[in-house]
């Protein structure tokens, strides 16, 4: 079992920054690659950005690339997700995941992880 957990999440500003956290643990040795997704009122969850476990390549959705960046931390067991510029189009509940399986580019696909955490809250008013 892995499990995650997120963190970081709140409220800001329009044109603000932050910064969330997930934290792995368990069995994390089968895991080759970190995502984070979000899901809007209303909407469906959507692929943000992944990194390879050994950070040899990057995923960014078109709607965050330029604005966001996702880092890990191998030592820490941690993947990071840096916000700026945000904008209220950003509000959802964002999710970390762990896929298991290998793949030279980090995949986009929700249904291709096999592990979730519980998920933080981010609020971008205007």
């Known amino acids: 079992q892995v499990q995650l957990v997120e963190s970081g999440g709140g409220l800001v500003q329009a044109g603000g920054s932050l910064e969330l956290s997930c934290v792995a643990s368990g069995g994390t040795s089968g895991i080759y690659a970190m995502g984070w997704f979000r899901q809007a009122p209303g909407k469906e969850r959507e692929f943000v950005a992944a990194?390879?476990?050994?950070?040899?390549?990057?995923n960014y959705a078109d709607s965050v690339e330029g604005r966001f960046t996702i880092v890990r931390d191998n030592a820490k067991k941690t993947a990071y997700l840096q916000m700026k510029s945000l904008e209220p189009e950003d509000t959802a509940v964002y999710y970390c995941a762990a896929d298991r399986y290998r793949t030279l580019v980090p995949r986009t696909g929700d249904y291709a992880y096999d592990y979730w955490g519980q998920g933080t809250q981010v609020t971008v008013s205007s």
């Open positions: 990194i390879m476990w050994d950070g040899s390549n990057t």
